[in-house]
């Protein structure tokens, strides 16, 4: 494998974290939000990852390893009924509905995350501090 690779799958696997950011992130937001429908509310959304053996574009017909995106899988739980009389979204018999979003939950797994995203930034830091100490040994 080429150390020219390393940038490929690096950047793929902080595509991948960012993406994963971006759902916890909206998974967070929409958790205390009601609706006055059980059918309408939202629910709770995770990307599911898959590793993909890609070809890499160096003469010696390398394979490289990276990350895509197979789905972004949405959860299937019930609503959660509150009695809210009063709330101008309730229904007929004074429910509204909340999803049923863990944000403890959540709140790891966006930690997670930005290690992950951390960690290949690291990578791809380290690279390219060995490539410019390789350079320059030419020099000395």
Same mark, same amino acid.
């Given at each position: 494998m080429s150390v020219f690779n390393v940038f490929d799958v690096a950047g793929s696997g902080m595509s991948a974290q960012m993406l994963r950011l971006n759902t916890v992130a909206s998974n967070l937001a929409n958790a205390e939000t009601v609706s006055g429908n059980e059918g309408d509310v939202y629910q709770a959304r995770h990307p599911v990852f898959e590793s993909v053996l890609q070809e890499a574009e160096s003469m010696n017909g390398d394979e490289v390893t990276i990350v895509k995106v197979? !789905?972004?899988? @949405? !959860? @299937?739980? $019930?609503a959660i009924p509150l009695y809210r009389p009063n709330h101008p979204l $309730? #229904? #007929?018999e004074g429910f509204v509905y909340s999803p049923d979003i863990d944000t403890v939950a959540e709140m790891a797994d966006m930690i997670s995350a930005s290690r992950s995203y951390q960690n290949n930034v690291e990578v791809l830091s380290t690279t390219k501090e060995l490539l410019l100490r390789t350079l320059q040994l030419g020099q000395g």
């Open positions: 197979r !789905e972004i899988m @949405q !959860e @299937q739980t $019930a $309730a #229904n #007929n």
